[in-house]
């Protein structure tokens, strides 16, 4: 069985930093894609970042490079999201999932999320 | 930035059947940008119920399909139940950029 446990969540001040982890397990991690999705309190989905599990290729969306960065540690099957400079409107629940791009890319798998509340 | 279209709510009676569409703000939404859609109940994570535009997840009923209709992407669901009441988002894979939309709130009547 599949199962993504993320961890790493909690309170911080704008302009701080958190590593958000998900510990993957129930699947052969290696040439695998892996991601993260956030959802801010009352708020849709939004895609924050995707990395292929030997770190060979990473995309993030457009409005976080720079504060975010994801990778991955294949030997302990984690997943991994640095978020710095954070500002209260990066407060949301981050999920970690697991993409399927044998086509095109969808999420095959979904944790249940850790919550990130930037507040003074 | 491209921007992808939901309704933002939708009702249907129960037993009866509804379709949700996904569109771009600029173009069309064909099977050469591949869709997939989620079901999101209140205070749970997301659950992959369609990929690949037609793919149904494992698991996932028959009464749940995925299509194109015109110009944009479309999740039928028939004979709704009470606990199809959710949050719906598509999800597009722009090649190198995904983009969800933002979202369909389901009521069953």
């Known amino acids: 069985e599949v199962q993504l446990v993320e961890s790493g969540g909690g309170l911080v001040q704008p302009g701080g930093s958190l590593r958000l982890s998900c510990e993957a397990s129930?699947?052969?991690?290696?040439?695998?894609?892996m991601g993260w999705v956030r959802q801010a309190p009352g708020k849709g989905l939004e895609w924050v970042a995707n990395?292929?599990?030997?770190?060979?290729?990473?995309h993030i969306v457009g409005s976080l490079t720079g504060r975010f960065n994801i990778y991955t540690d294949s030997a302990k099957k984690s997943l991994f999201l640095e978020v710095n400079s954070l500002r209260v409107e990066d407060t949301a629940v981050y999920y970690c999932?697991?993409?399927?791009?044998?086509?095109?890319?969808?999420?095959?798998?979904w944790g249940r999320g850790t919550l990130v509340t930037v507040s003074s | 930035q491209t921007i992808v279209t939901q309704e933002p709510s939708f009702s249907v009676s129960a037993g009866g059947t509804v379709t949700l569409t996904c569109g771009l703000r600029?173009?069309?939404?064909?099977?050469?940008?591949?869709v997939s859609w989620y079901q999101q109940t209140p205070g749970q994570a997301p659950r992959t119920l369609i990929y690949?535009?037609?793919t149904r997840s494992s698991g996932v009923s028959d009464r749940f399909s995925g299509s194109i209709l015109g110009n944009k992407a479309a999740l039928t669901i028939t004979g709704a139940q009470a606990d199809d009441e959710a949050d719906y988002y598509c999800?597009?894979?722009?090649?190198?950029?995904?983009?969800f939309g933002g979202g369909t709130k389901l009521t069953v009547l």
């Open positions: 999932g697991k993409w399927d791009c044998t086509a095109a890319c969808h999420l095959a798998y």
């Open positions: 129930g699947f052969a991690f290696s040439d695998k894609w």
């Open positions: 990395v292929k599990e030997d770190d060979s290729a990473s």
């Open positions: 600029s173009g069309s939404v064909s099977t050469s940008l591949q």
């Open positions: 690949n535009t037609y």
């Open positions: 999800l597009l894979d722009l090649r190198d950029f995904w983009e």
